[in-house]
């Protein structure tokens, strides 16, 4: 990994750790008195999860599920693959999905639909970045951190064929980093 690998800083660190906060003091009010369960979507969500519970202030128990969208490239296929599922039941309980990105939506339109079969009390989803552009199918995130543009972005939890992820930052990956890859 080369600092020509990232073309810019798009989000700083200061930048996340605040709106993070924001977002853990609206989640812990919204559930006030609910059985709430954090499903982190892995691994994307790992970095942005570890620091959304701790500001949150109510119950909260977390589980994680790992999905795959057939490929490796930089565009999701729209088949989605579970590669690990929840270790509980979640009937009754209100699930709150924690993804690093929403692209086309694909998977989390597919995650979705599969969890309320499942019986959960109620079902939101909170990402931390969201590209609206890009949208496929119709899906909305209950909790945002930040809109962004159509660009290939990595750091925070956020990877390119699996590195990157342990950025402090989410930065823009150069094009010449996945051209040079085709
Ligand atoms: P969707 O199904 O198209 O919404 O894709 C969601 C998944 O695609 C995310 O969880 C990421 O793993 C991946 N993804 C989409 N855009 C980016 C990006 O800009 N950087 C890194 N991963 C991305
Ligand atoms: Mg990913």
Redesign the pocket.
Known sequence: MKDSDIKSVLITEEQLAAKVAEMGAQISKDYQGRKLIILG?LK??VVFMSDLIRSITVPVEMDFMAVS?YGAG???S?V?KILKDLDRLIAGYDVLVV????????????LTELLRERDPASIRIATL?D?PD???VDIKPDYVGFT?PD????GYG???AELYRNLPYVGI?SPSVYESNQ
């Open positions: 979507v994307g969500s969208s930089v565009k999701t729209g989605v993804e690093d990105i929403l692209d086309s939506g694909m998977t989390l339109s597919y970045l590209k890009r949208r496929k962004i660009e290939f972005v990595v956020l990877d390119y990956l």
